[in-house]
C-alpha cells in the first residue's frame, strides 16, 4: 500500500516536472524574436515554377514597380518616381538603386527589361491572376531602357490610367536569371522583397527567410513558414491548439468560425476591405439567361442581405456592381431586391412554364452549401429549380468553358486598380471570363464606351465612361454580383503587427509579441 502511494506521488511529480519544463520551453520560445512563425492558408501560396508568378504578393518575395496605398492608389515600390508626357503616350520611370535580387543580381533597367522581354513570350497562366502583358499594359507599342536607372513605355494611345494598370500583379519584377528560354521560372523565385524562400514543398509548406540585404525596412521576423491546409475545421483546430499562429490568405477562416474566436482569450481578428467580389454566373449562351429580363428578375429575387449578415456575421457589404469596392473609381450604386417585380419580369419569360438548371458550386467551401440552398429557395419562387452540385473548382470552370451549367457561384479580385482590367474580361464580346464563363454577353454600348474610356487623356472622360459600364453591369448583370468580400483573418494574440490589409496582411510587420 505503502509502495502504491509512493509510486502515485512520484508519478504526479514527474508530471508536473513535466509540465513545467513544457511551460519552460514554450516560453523560451516565444521570447526568442528569431523562433519560427507558424501561420497557414487554404491554397499553395507558393505553386512553383509552372505558376506565371510563382508565388502570391502576400508572402513578400517579389515586388512590383508600383503598388498601392489603403486605397488602392498607386505609390512607388521598384519605381520610386515616374512621369507622363503631355500626350499621355509615354510613361517614364525612375528606378530605385542600391536593390539587390536574392540571387545577388542587381535590380536595374536592364532587369525590368528582362521581365518585360519575359512578358511578351505569351500568356503565362497562374494560381493568381494570368500575367497577361495585354492586360496589364494594353496599347503598349516600346518598352525601352533610357540609362541604367531608367526605362520609358510607350502606348498609342494616351494611357493616363497605366499607373493603376500596373499595381502589384501588374509589374512584378525577378531577377533576370531566373528564366528559362520558354520564360518559365527555373527553380525558386529571386525577387527584392524583404523575404526569400528557401524551401517549397508543394501541398505542404513554404519557408520563408528575412533578406538581410532589402534595400528598405527589413522583416521583424526571421523565419515563417506558410502550411497548406485545405480544409477550413483543421486550420481552426490547429490555430487553436497553437500548431499555427495565423491563418492568411484568401478563405483564411469561415465567418462562422471566426466568430467564435472573436472574444476568447488569446485569440483576435483583423478585417478590411478585400479586393474579392463574389458572384454568380449565368449561363448567358442558353434559355432562360440568355434574356435580360431573367438576369434581372434573379437580381431582384436575391435577398443579399441576408446572405452576408446570415451566413457571413456581417463580414460582406451586398452590392450588384461588377466592379470591387476597393478600387478609386468604384461608384455606389443602390441594391434593389423587389420579388414581386422579379416573377412579373420571370413570367415575361418562361410564361406558366417552369425552367430546371443546374447550379454548380465549390464544394470545398463549407458555407457554399447553404448559401446555394437559400439563393435556390428564393429562385424557386420566381420559377427556377436548381439541381444543387458541388464539385472540385477546377472541374467546376471545365464544365463553365464547355457551358454545362445554368448557375455557377464564383469569386474575383483585383489584379491591380484599373476599373478597365474587370470591364474587358467580363463586359467585352472577346473577353476571356466572357468566353470561358460562358456568359454570352454582348453590348455595343459596353464596346464604344470601352474604346471612348481607351482613347481618352481627360480623367474626367474616363471616369464618365467606367461610372456607365458601372451602371450598366447594374442593370443588364453579364453576371451576378452578390457582395463585396472582406478581408478576414485570425490569429493568436503571441504575434504582434498582424493586420489586414486589401490583399493579405502586410507580413514584415508580424513577429513574436514582447
Request: include cysteine; charged fraction near 25%.
Amino acid at each position: 500500500m505503502k509502495h502504491t502511494h509512493f509510486s502515485l506521488r512520484l508519478l504526479a511529480l514527474l508530471l508536473a516536472l513535466t509540465l513545467t519544463l513544457f511551460g519552460a520551453s514554450a516560453f523560451a520560445e516565444q521570447s526568442d524574436p528569431d523562433a519560427e512563425i507558424v501561420l497557414a492558408g487554404y491554397r499553395n501560396l507558393a505553386p512553383g515554377e509552372q505558376d506565371g508568378y510563382y508565388c502570391s504578393k502576400i508572402l513578400y518575395v517579389w515586388e512590383p514597380l508600383v503598388t498601392q496605398d489603403d486605397t488602392a492608389a498607386p505609390i512607388p515600390c521598384l519605381a520610386e518616381s515616374w512621369e507622363m508626357s503631355e500626350d499621355g503616350t509615354q510613361w517614364t520611370f525612375n528606378l530605385r538603386q542600391g536593390v539587390v535580387f536574392h540571387d545577388g543580381e542587381a535590380f536595374n533597367a536592364d532587369a525590368v527589361i528582362a521581365n518585360f522581354d519575359r512578358m511578351m513570350l505569351g500568356v503565362k497562366s497562374s494560381s493568381f491572376y494570368p500575367l497577361d502583358i495585354n492586360s496589364h499594359y494594353p496599347n503598349l507599342e516600346k518598352y525601352e531602357k533610357v540609362d541604367d536607372y531608367t526605362i520609358r513605355l510607350t502606348f498609342s494611345q494616351p494611357a493616363p490610367t497605366q499607373l493603376y494598370n500596373m499595381v502589384n500583379f501588374g509589374s512584378a519584377i525577378y531577377s533576370p536569371k531566373n528564366f528559362d528560354a520558354e520564360g518559365n521560372f527555373n527553380g525558386i523565385c529571386a525577387g527584392t522583397g524583404p523575404f526569400r524562400i528557401t524551401e517549397n514543398v508543394l501541398d505542404e509548406y513554404v519557408l520563408l527567410e528575412r533578406f538581410d540585404d532589402y534595400w528598405g525596412e527589413k522583416a521583424r521576423a526571421k523565419t515563417i513558414r506558410v502550411r497548406v491546409i485545405p480544409d477550413a475545421d483543421t486550420r481552426f483546430s490547429a490555430l487553436k491548439a497553437g500548431e499555427i499562429l495565423g491563418v492568411i490568405d484568401l478563405n483564411a477562416i469561415p465567418a462562422s468560425l471566426a466568430v467564435e474566436l472573436k472574444d476568447e482569450e488569446g485569440f483576435a481578428l483583423t478585417t478590411t476591405k478585400s479586393t474579392m467580389i463574389r458572384f454568380l454566373a449565368l449561363n448567358g449562351t442558353q434559355f432562360p439567361f440568355n434574356d435580360v429580363r431573367m438576369r434581372q428578375a434573379v437580381s431582384l429575387a436575391l435577398h443579399r442581405s441576408e446572405i452576408t449578415d446570415g451566413l457571413y456575421y456581417g463580414f460582406g457589404t451586398p452590392t450588384t456592381n461588377i466592379l470591387n469596392y476597393s478600387t478609386p473609381f468604384y461608384k455606389d450604386i443602390p441594391v434593389e431586391e423587389d420579388l414581386e417585380k422579379a416573377k412579373a419580369l420571370a413570367h415575361e419569360v418562361l410564361g406558366d412554364e417552369r425552367v430546371s438548371v443546374v447550379y454548380r458550386f465549390n464544394g470545398s467551401e463549407a458555407a457554399l452549401s447553404d448559401e446555394s440552398a437559400l439563393i435556390a429557395s428564393w429562385l424557386s419562387e420566381i420559377g427556377i429549380d436548381c439541381e444543387l452540385v458541388p464539385m472540385d473548382y477546377s472541374a467546376m470552370r471545365e464544365e463553365l468553358k464547355a457551358a454545362n451549367y445554368g448557375i455557377a457561384r464564383l469569386q474575383q479580385g483585383l489584379s491591380n486598380s484599373e476599373p478597365a482590367t474587370i470591364f474587358r474580361r467580363f463586359m467585352l464580346t472577346s473577353g476571356d471570363h466572357n468566353q470561358n464563363y460562358s456568359l454570352g454577353y454582348q453590348s455595343d454600348e459596353v464596346d464604344a464606351l470601352m474604346e471612348k474610356a481607351s482613347a481618352a487623356l481627360d480623367m474626367d472622360v474616363r471616369r464618365e465612361c467606367y461610372d456607365r459600364l458601372q451602371e450598366i453591369s447594374t442593370e443588364e448583370f453579364p453576371v451576378m454580383p452578390l457582395f463585396n468580400d472582406m478581408t478576414l483573418m485570425a490569429y493568436s494574440t503571441k504575434l504582434t503587427g498582424y493586420e489586414a490589409k486589401l490583399y493579405g496582411i502586410e507580413l514584415p510587420l508580424v513577429a513574436w509579441a514582447e
